[in-house]
């Protein structure tokens, strides 16, 4: 059920510096969906962009969505040790009426203290 | 609001034995549940989905008669993996979904399932 790709598959960055992980799509959306996982646990959902949305944020989170190009960006700033985690995008396809998630491969994201 | 427990969230097993894992949803109603693998390092593959009261739909590739999905009440889903062998050891993680928000998905926090 994987459609999604996300880029960078890793990234390391300093604590205080900002964090840009990217996901594309395949198909006509509903909405797009971030969610975190930390590492051995479940996920916890993040923000929801829906297909009519360019941008949306969500306290140190900001998430961009261009449907021409299928595309999502998910931008955290000022980074801190705790957001150390897996990201990854979710979509819901715009037929679908089970709203089933179509997942991205994921970002592990590294915060260097 | 919206908490989905899984239990156990560690199982260590003999090869040819049945492991059932079991994923609550503690403070709402949940009429769709969904059951996914992960392997390390990788994202979520999707198992099944379950509807309270009916049978699972489970996902091309997924074995009906290996893995048994029972979604008894609107706050129970129970998977059974059966005869377990090496090749199931994996991380399973459930999800739900509320009736006000279809949209967004609730997970547990996850069962790591070892078997050998």
């Known amino acids: 059920s994987q459609q999604g790709e996300e880029d960078p598959q890793a990234l390391s960055i300093q604590e205080g510096e900002n964090a840009t992980m990217n996901c594309s799509y395949k198909?006509?959306?509903?909405?797009l969906q971030w969610y975190r996982q930390n590492s051995g646990r479940g996920l916890v959902h993040l923000i929801l962009?829906?297909?009519n949305e360019r941008e949306k944020h969500s306290g140190r989170l900001r998430v961009t969505l261009d449907t021409s190009k299928k595309s999502s960006s998910l931008l955290i700033t000022a980074s801190r040790a705790a957001d150390t985690a897996s990201y990854f995008c979710?979509?819901?396809?715009?037929?679908?009426?089970?709203?089933?998630?179509?997942w991205g491969a994921g970002t592990k994201l590294i915060i260097k203290p | 609001g919206a908490v989905v427990s899984q239990h156990p969230s560690w199982v260590i097993c003999k090869s040819g034995t049945s492991v059932k894992i079991e994923c609550r949803s503690l403070?709402?109603?949940?009429?769709?549940m969904f059951w996914y693998r992960q392997f390390p390092k990788q994202s979520l593959m999707l198992m099944a989905t379950?509807?309270?009261?009916?049978?699972?739909?489970?996902e091309q590739g997924v074995e009906k008669d290996k893995f048994l999905i029972n979604h008894a009440s609107l706050t129970l889903s129970t998977l059974t993996v059966t005869s377990a062998h090496p090749e199931d050891s994996s991380f399973y993680i459930c999800?739900?979904?509320?009736?006000?928000?279809?949209?967004?998905?609730?997970f547990g926090p996850g069962t790591r399932l070892l078997v050998l």
């Open positions: 999800s739900a979904k509320t009736d006000w928000n279809q949209e967004t998905q609730y």
């Open positions: 403070d709402f109603q949940a009429t769709t």
């Open positions: 379950s509807n309270e009261g009916s049978k699972a739909t489970y």
């Open positions: 198909t006509s959306i509903n909405n």
């Open positions: 962009i829906r297909s």
């Open positions: 979710a979509t819901i396809n715009e037929r679908d009426s089970n709203y089933q998630l179509i």
